[in-house]
């Protein structure tokens, strides 16, 4: 069964830190997304890549994030200057996006939680 | 602008009983629908999804949904609730056309022994 892996699993940062946290997409997916979870909190929206650009964001996705897809397999998420309210866990997601059963299923990895001190 | 309603944070079943998550969505034309599940410390799961044919879909783990359009709705079920089956549940709902996924906020769901 295809796979996102994402690495880190854990990272301790100090505040004003930058952190990358990188993803893995399944190889024959068009889509990727990064959501954040704040403990007990619901699933948030951050961003969706497409065509190597930024398809959509949210307003928490503020100028201290940018993604990137350095080399056609990675998809990055990085934080500029951390805060402690950035401490959450991370997800990254891809979809197929094409035509026909899955296509629109997003799969997940198992997350990259982020502590902020 | 499509939202999702879960209705419940927190829901309580005894193993053996029937587990019963409710998921309304807004929306002006009928989105796709899932049914994700986080396990601890874990990602999340796909559980079903209904894109289109039949309203009643069946996922992993014996979890089925049925897609209500009158009643924009999407609610799981689970016939007999085991305690493997404690979890946190998301619905979410994504439209036909566009890239977006919303999620809802989610139902822990406890399975008392």
């Known amino acids: 069964e295809p796979e996102v892996t994402q690495t880190p699993s854990h990272q301790v940062t100090q505040m004003g830190q930058e952190v990358i946290l990188r993803c893995v997409p399944i190889?024959?997916?068009?889509?990727f997304y990064w959501y954040r979870q704040i403990l007990g909190q619901k699933v948030e929206f951050l961003v969706s890549?497409?065509?190597?650009?930024?398809?959509?964001k949210s307003e928490i996705f503020d100028d201290q994030f940018s993604v990137e897809r350095p080399d056609g397999s990675n998809f990055t998420l990085k934080i500029r200057s951390t805060k402690l309210e950035d401490s959450a866990m991370y997800f990254c997601?891809?979809?197929?996006?094409?035509?026909?059963?899955?296509?629109?299923?997003?799969?997940f990895g198992a997350g990259s939680r982020l502590t902020v001190l | 602008a499509q939202s999702v309603t879960q209705l419940g944070s927190h829901v309580s079943v005894s193993e053996g009983a029937l587990v019963l998550l409710r998921c309304n969505y807004s929306?002006?034309?009928?989105?796709?629908l899932f049914w994700y599940v986080q396990y601890p410390n874990q990602g999340l799961q796909l559980l079903l999804k209904?894109?289109?044919?039949?309203?009643l879909v069946k996922g992993i783990n014996g979890f089925e949904a049925e897609f209500k359009k009158s009643e924009t709705s999407f609610h799981l079920t689970k016939p007999s609730a085991h305690m493997s089956d404690a979890a946190e549940y998301f619905c979410?709902?994504?439209?036909?056309?566009?890239?977006?996924?919303?999620f809802g906020t989610g139902t822990s769901l406890t399975v008392i022994p």
């Open positions: 209904y894109t289109t044919g039949a309203t």
């Open positions: 890549f497409y065509n190597n650009e930024i398809s959509e």
């Open positions: 997601a891809s979809r197929r996006g094409l035509a026909g059963s899955g296509a629109n299923v997003l799969t």
């Open positions: 929306s002006s034309v009928p989105p796709y």
């Open positions: 979410a709902v994504s439209p036909t056309t566009g890239n977006q996924f919303y």
């Open positions: 190889s024959n997916h068009l889509y």
